[in-house]
């Protein structure tokens, strides 16, 4: 599994101008909230789920990953 860091800011952002808590973040990318709370502060999380998380705000993967690897563009291919 391709493991990825967000931004903790940009995605803080993103959610308050959404007005979405991380629960409802997490039922709109179908993942766990403890999930989107690791993304939140920082943690590594798995690619398919950083995607998962950028189309419940709206927003390009690529804009929120903190640390883009090498080999990033793999990420937008990922199916979910």
Request: charged share 20%; glycine share 4%; no cysteine.
């Amino acid at each position: 599994t391709f493991m990825v860091k967000l931004e903790p800011e940009k995605v803080r952002t993103l959610m308050m101008d959404s007005v979405m808590p991380a629960s409802e973040i997490a039922k709109r990318a179908g993942i766990s909230t403890a999930t989107v709370r690791r993304a939140i502060y920082g943690r590594a999380i798995s690619a398919i789920s950083a995607r998962s998380i950028a189309r419940a705000l709206g927003t390009p993967v690529m804009k929120l990953i903190a640390d883009k690897p090498p080999h990033s563009d793999a990420l937008t291919s990922v199916a979910v």
